[in-house]
């Protein structure tokens, strides 16, 4: 078997029992890495720690990974406007958390015969939202459901945070007074 030392050099082609004793006289394990190798390639290390900083590699990468979900909120076509309008801030809510967000009017009795109600109530909550949101997918009818899926506008979130920047420079700028020039201090 090829062997391999902690340090990623190599030691060379050796018998399984001479590996085994430079392993143990380093105090470390002997890791097979490479079995289906010819021969296969064996390395000296500290598998306990080995696994520790595995484990901590991938609770890192779980950590950083963005994980979208789908959200879904239900109308009715006889909504109230208070009610329309809660359920639509949780919907901004929703999508500025970065959640996909499915609609779903649901038609009862002989509401469904009207799906242009549904549809008008998706496009209001499609205006109100504005540019915080993009349809991913069209109203369509399914059953006795009118579903439509809006999903984030990445470049929403990044414009919200322009202008409010530029707000309070501006507010700053004009309440200084301008350097050298008398009229603004009000001495004559």
Do not use: W
């Not at 595995?54 to 959200?71: I, L, P, T």
């Amino acid at each position: 078997m090829r062997l391999v030392d902690p340090d990623g050099q190599q030691l060379g082609i050796k018998p399984l029992p001479e590996a085994l004793s430079i392993a143990r006289s380093m105090d470390l394990d002997l890791v097979e890495v490479a079995p289906n190798a010819a021969p296969p390639v064996c390395r000296i290390m500290d598998y306990g720690k080995f696994k520790f900083d595995e484990a901590q590699k991938a609770k890192e990468s779980r950590r950083k990974a963005v994980n979208v979900g789908v959200k879904e909120m239900k109308y009715r076509p006889k909504i109230g406007p208070g009610d329309f309008d809660t359920k639509t801030r949780q919907v901004a809510k929703f999508l500025g958390e970065g959640h996909k967000v499915k609609l779903t009017i649901m038609f009862r009795g002989r509401e469904v015969f009207h799906p242009e109600l549904g549809k008008k109530i998706l496009d209001r909550v499609a205006e109100t939202i504005g540019d915080g949101a993009k349809i991913e997918a069209e109203p369509r009818l399914d059953g006795r459901n009118m579903t439509m899926v809006l999903a984030p506008q990445k470049r929403a979130k990044q414009n919200d945070h322009k202008p409010q920047a530029e707000a309070g420079e501006t507010a700053v700028a004009v309440a200084e007074p301008i350097a050298g020039d008398e009229t603004t201090t009000g001495e004559e």
